[in-house]
């Protein structure tokens, strides 16, 4: 059946019909299809339909049919490429080279620490953001928000103006107001001047800072981010006395335990522990065992879905679970947090086991939604455990400036009500819309008469103040930057700022008296006081050049654990709310971002919209299904949001995501899903007892993807249990009337290891970026309309709902030897290429669609519209100038970046002619991947990498009864349940 063939999507109504899975593994991908429902669905829209498909001649009638239909929708779809006017350059700058990018590393700043970069240029334009091999933090890798970021840069929602009072104002007309405001503040040292900043990991931008607190001794600076790691360092305040972060070596421990710490997907910060981990997840011959993951959560994460052993526990059962743990393993504490669950003490009593058995080689984590209690445990264990120094060590945080940021924002808050505070300065930040509601934040405000504001928007907060500066993107700013190893990087700009924007450093330049100051002169005059004089300029161009500047690393910190004292708990009785940052707007500041937008979900598939997530036992209990609106309500607060269903949620509570319901967001977030933000309370910032949740009558379509392009009723995803990788019953080769294609050179092939793919997503943005694919907006979602060229297909396992397994599947174009498109092409668009790529030729395509009908991995992907923007010049900017941008009416799929092959034949071919060698050619989705999951290479060359994998036992193609032999394969799942651990 083509897309075009599909009625909407509600959020009742699946689809496509889909039978339920006749295999002994029970897959599924919906609550609907677990139930039966998608079946009934079926019978009721299409009676005629399914009695006559059993039938062999009519089943052919029916898709001849269905055929003719598509092949009139084709034509009525095509139509010409706009054209498009060029001008060429008057005079080359000397490095442009034009068809040649450069390549400039840099990184991209976060809360938790920046992420180290690669750059990709053409003509001056950054179009394609890579890892840094050689930074800590990135390894070569990156994840969704850091690919999705190039975007933000071309955004034209952007703000492109300084502005006073809501008009346009200039640099020189701020720095004269400014000068009289901190005149005013002169006599009384700063005492009514506050500063206030996400967290700072800018060593420059924190000694800029350090002056105006020296030069205005009473003023204060205030960091505060809305996902932020107050309780882990309340934790460690409790347990050792000082601040400081813990650094767990995922690599080298073979079992691990995460206690609401989601390390896998929390931000860059899980790039570098994505590859750790998943280097021990890795099965093969050679080594065929793998380390052991169990997880306790909430709301499951990407790390809850990767864990061999998962239970979910009420946020307010969480600290019980640690301490039945902690005692189990011979940690010592106070206290007694209460009684556990059955089901929470069997997971307990087999998490303690294994860590026992594994004394010295284990870890125990936390993430930031764990009180401080479990944090404080979490090191305990770890000490008594025997695991630091050899799988954690500790070092000083990654902020230069350690602070309760929930506290010092409160106390901001009140200073302001109280009419203490003359003047505010906010750097990059947007309280009005994220601080905890109880602080009243914006009506604070008003009691402030003189507010400045720098941001890449006109924000919520910007909305609110006297000044708002247009701030620059980190690509067009200088500056500096720790990642999360602490490791630092300068923060080099790849092109000027698009609209004479300004960085939080040349504000507070500003702020000292010296406006006039540039980015680019404070960085250098800041590192000139750390390298030495005599060897600066060189230092200075290693550290633009490698992108990271050696030995900043903080050194490994010896920590005395101290006695600790937990407060008593109850287990709570109520419903529970648990708050969490989005899988794509984060925490808000992605919200506009159109890539991350339509991005499924990981575990929902949602798009555009976030959703109150349950379980299935309470929403049955409460009466309601995926869609049916609900209201949520903490004491006087209530919040509507629409209900939906997914595994992993602990019962009698609800989940939702943060960063929506922006209404200054720009044009793409403004209105999109519910802002979950007002039931948040600095008491209670990432879970709440005391919700009641009403059921409205109301319904809300919800589009998900996670039924799109099915291939259910196969053998899709195999899985293997540690130790135990050999094959299931002999390899077959089945006969084949199609001729065989001799491929004398090179012959292309991909394996994806579905044991170490976490469904982090990366690889679905990083091809949207190479590849010029645009976005199709919410309602041709709903339409199965979405075009992007490689999606992770989610599983759930089990006969259970509410504790099913999860299970990811990357699916880009298969490339088969065999292709079922190639034949029934009528106008030979899709061809086979001499290297066995699987090519589409734009200029033939007349949209007849057969390709896609006959596709049984449901890969291609036919522009319906005109979804390409061709007016916004902005956007025109970010697009890669080797891929064609297509427009309507031709059908899209991976081409295995054939751009990059191409380019690397060029160059082997100016380096004297050498052949191709294994590693000349990454794919997109394979440099992004942090847990180096895909492998692209010559499966001709014996010695390639990938040719090595498909010798692998656990090696396997799906479809293979088809006969399409597919290029791309995949190794089966391996998990560490263990036989001990059964039941």
């Known amino acids: 059946m083509s897309s075009s063939d599909v009625s909407p999507m509600s959020t009742t109504s699946p689809t496509a019909p889909v039978t339920q899975i006749p295999s002994a593994r029970a897959l599924w991908k919906s609550q609907d299809q677990h139930s039966g429902a998608l079946q009934d669905w079926?019978?009721?829209?299409?009676?005629?339909?399914?009695?006559?498909?059993?039938?062999?001649?009519?089943?052919?009638?029916?898709?001849?049919?269905?055929?003719?239909s598509v092949a009139l929708a084709g034509f009525s779809a095509c139509t010409r490429q706009p054209d498009e006017k060029i001008l060429p350059y008057a005079k080359n700058p000397e490095t442009l080279v034009p068809g040649n990018p450069l390549y400039y590393a840099t990184a991209m700043p976060w809360a938790t620490g920046a992420i180290g970069l690669l750059v990709e240029s053409h003509m001056g334009r950054p179009t394609k953001i890579e890892g840094n091999a050689q930074h800590p933090s990135?390894?070569?890798?990156?994840?969704?928000?850091?690919?999705?970021?190039?975007?933000?840069?071309?955004?034209?929602?952007r703000s492109t103006t300084l502005t006073r009072a809501g008009r346009i104002s200039t640099w020189n007309d701020f720095l004269t107001d400014l000068t009289a405001q901190l005149s005013s503040q002169t006599g009384k040292q700063g005492a009514g001047l506050r500063i206030l900043t996400g967290t700072v990991v800018s060593p420059t931008l924190a000694a800029r800072l350090r002056a105006v607190l020296a030069a205005y001794p009473s003023a204060k600076w205030i960091q505060y981010e809305p996902i932020h790691r107050d309780q882990a360092r309340a934790g460690a305040l409790a347990a050792f006395g000082e601040d400081v972060l813990a650094r767990p070596d995922f690599a080298a421990a073979k079992i691990v335990v995460a206690l609401e710490g989601d390390f896998l997907g929390n931000g860059p910060a899980s790039v570098a522990a994505t590859r750790a981990f998943s280097k021990a997840r890795r099965a093969r011959k050679a080594k065929s065992t793998i380390n052991r993951l169990h997880a306790a959560e909430s709301s499951m994460s990407l790390t809850g879905a990767m864990a061999d052993h998962f239970v979910?526990?009420?946020?307010?059962?969480?600290?019980?679970?640690?301490?039945?743990?902690?005692?189990?393993?011979?940690?010592?504490?106070?206290g007694d947090a209460g009684a556990l669950s059955a089901k929470a003490q069997a997971w307990a009593i087999a998490a303690a086991a294994d860590l026992v058995a594994h004394k010295g080689e284990c870890v125990v984590v936390a993430g930031d939604a764990a009180n401080s209690d479990v944090h404080a445990l979490v090191h305990a264990m770890n000490a008594a455990l025997g695991n630091v120094g050899k799988t954690v060590t500790y070092t000083e945080p990654v902020a230069p400036?350690?602070?309760?940021?929930?506290?010092?924002?409160?106390?901001?808050?009140?200073?302001?009500?109280?009419g203490t505070?003359?003047?505010?300065?906010?750097?990059?930040?947007?309280?009005?819309?994220?601080?905890?509601?109880?602080?009243?934040?914006?009506?604070?405000?008003?009691?402030?008469?003189?507010?400045?504001?720098?941001?890449?928007?006109?924000d919520e907060t910007a909305e609110q103040c006297l000044w708002h500066i247009n701030e620059a993107h980190y690509l067009e700013a200088w500056g500096d930057a720790r990642g999360s190893d602490g490791s630092v990087a300068l923060v080099q700009p790849?092109?000027?700022?698009l609209y004479s924007g300004k960085s939080a450093i040349e504000v507070v330049n500003a702020l000292l008296g010296k406006g006039g100051v540039v980015g680019y002169e404070s960085v250098r005059e800041h590192w000139q006081t750390v390298f030495a004089a005599a060897t600066f300029e060189h230092q200075w161009r290693s550290a633009l050049h490698d992108g990271v500047v050696p030995g900043t690393a903080p050194e490994t910190k010896s920590v005395s654990p101290r006695s600790i004292t937990i407060a008593s708990a109850k287990r709570e009785e109520g419903m529970e709310l648990v708050l969490r940052a989005d899988d794509s707007a984060f925490d808000g500041r992605f919200a506009n971002n159109s890539w991350l937008q339509e991005l499924p979900r990981t575990l929902t598939r949602l798009v555009w919209d976030n959703a109150a997530l349950m379980s299935l036992a309470t929403a049955t209990r409460l009466g309601v299904k995926n869609g049916d609106v609900v209201e949520l309500a903490l004491g006087k607060v209530t919040v509507r949001a629409p209900v939906w269903l997914v595994p992993g949620q602990a019962d009698e509570c609800v989940a939702v995501q943060l960063g929506y319901g922006r209404t200054r967001a720009g044009s793409v977030g403004n209105g999109v899903g519910f802002d979950a933000y007002p039931l948040r309370s600095s008491g209670g910032q990432w879970s709440a007892t005391g919700l009641r949740t009403t059921k409205t009558g109301d319904t809300y379509q919800l589009v998900t993807a996670q039924m799109h392009h099915s291939m259910e009723g196969r053998d899709l995803i195999r899985v293997r249990e540690s130790g135990h990788i050999e094959r299931e019953g002999p390899e077959e080769k089945i006969p084949t009337v199609w001729k065989e294609y001799e491929y004398n050179g090179n012959a292309w092939a991909m394996v994806i290891d579905l044991g170490s793919c976490t469904g982090c997503n990366a690889c679905t943005i990083a091809c949207q970026a190479e590849n010029n694919i645009p976005v199709v907006g919410k309602a041709q979602v709903a339409n199965t309309r979405e075009m992007h060229w490689i999606r992770i297909d989610r599983y759930f396992e089990g006969e259970d709902f509410d504790a099913a397994r999860v299970r990811f599947q990357p699916v880009p174009c298969m490339h088969c030897e065999n292709a079922p498109c190639e034949v029934v092409c009528p106008v030979g668009a899709t061809t086979h290429g001499p290297e066995g790529l699987n090519e589409m030729v734009y200029n033939r395509c007349v949209g007849t669609r057969y390709c896609l009908n006959n596709c049984p991995y449901k890969v291609r992907r036919f522009n319906?519209?005109?979804?390409?923007?061709?007016?916004?010049?902005?956007?025109?900017?970010?697009?890669?100038?080797?891929?064609?941008?297509?427009?309507?009416?031709?059908?899209?799929?991976?081409?295995?970046?054939?751009?990059?092959?191409?380019?690397?034949?060029?160059?082997?071919?100016?380096?004297?002619?050498?052949?191709l060698v294994d590693g000349d050619i990454v794919t997109a989705c394979q440099s992004v991947c942090p847990a180096e999951a895909i492998t692209f290479g010559d499966k001709n060359d014996p010695k390639s990498a990938v040719a090595k994998l498909r010798e692998e036992p656990h090696h396997y193609g799906i479809l293979?009864?088809?006969?399409?032999?597919?290029?791309?394969?995949y190794l089966a799942k391996v998990e560490n349940r263990g036989t001990e651990h059964e039941g």
Request: include cysteine; glycine fraction near 6%.
């Open 138 to 157: 990135s390894l070569g890798s990156t994840d969704c928000f850091a690919q999705a970021s190039v975007l933000g840069l071309y955004d034209p929602d």
């Open 401 to 418: 400036v350690s602070i309760d940021q929930t506290a010092a924002l409160g106390e901001l808050a009140g200073d302001m009500a109280r």
């Open 42 to 68: 079926a019978e009721r829209q299409h009676p005629s339909l399914l009695a006559p498909l059993s039938d062999e001649v009519a089943r052919r009638d029916l898709f001849r049919l269905l055929g003719a």
């Open 864 to 915: 319906f519209l005109l979804y390409q923007d061709f007016v916004t010049e902005s956007v025109k900017l970010q697009r890669n100038p080797d891929v064609s941008v297509r427009s309507r009416g031709v059908m899209e799929k991976c081409t295995y970046c054939i751009q990059r092959i191409s380019q690397a034949r060029i160059q082997a071919i100016r380096e004297g002619g050498r052949p």
């Open 960 to 969: 293979e009864d088809v006969n399409t032999r597919p290029r791309t394969t």
């Open 421 to 458: 505070i003359d003047a505010l300065v906010m750097l990059g930040v947007n309280p009005v819309y994220d601080a905890p509601a109880d602080l009243a934040f914006k009506t604070a405000l008003t009691k402030v008469s003189w507010l400045a504001h720098l941001g890449l928007y006109q």
């Open 494 to 497: 790849l092109i000027a700022p």
């Open 312 to 334: 979910a526990v009420r946020p307010s059962e969480l600290t019980a679970l640690a301490a039945a743990l902690a005692k189990a393993v011979g940690a010592t504490f106070e």
